[in-house]
Nanobody, 111 residues
Framework: QVQLVESGGGLVQPGGSLRLSCAAS????????MGWYRQAPGKQRDWVATITSAEQTYYADSLKGRFTISRDNAKNTVYLQMNSLKPEDTAVYYC?????WGQGTQVTVSS
């Protein structure tokens, strides 16, 4: 079973940027769509973005223009570039491949 490890979270001021990474084990990474999700305290886990094996990208409507998903198949890694961050972006961010979840990385947007 694939293992996913997220990194890159942290504390950032409103308006700042972060780039999250999700490294996947295994040799078939390029064949899978990858997704990012987030879960704020006391709320359900919400979909953020998806990148397909053909590198088509899809975003939650509320995040279009601020977040960018990308992948590097040579590194078995998917990224989430987050710009113009807002306090409401505070959440644990998870990556997903075919129903497998990573452990998450905390993003806190606060002054």
């Amino acid at each position: 079973q694939v293992q996913l490890v997220e990194s890159g979270g942290g504390l950032v001021q409103p308006g700042g940027s972060l780039r999250l990474s999700c490294a996947a084990s295994g040799s078939r990474f390029s064949r899978f769509a990858m997704g990012w999700y987030r879960q704020a305290p006391g709320k359900q886990r919400d979909w953020v973005a998806t990148i397909t094996s053909a590198e088509q990208t899809y975003y939650a409507d509320s995040l279009k223009g601020r977040f960018t998903i990308s992948r590097d198949n040579a590194k078995n890694t998917v990224y989430l570039q987050m710009n113009s961050l807002k306090p409401e972006d505070t959440a644990v961010y998870y990556c997903n491949q075919a129903g497998v979840w990573g452990q998450g990385t905390q993003v806190t947007v606060s002054s």
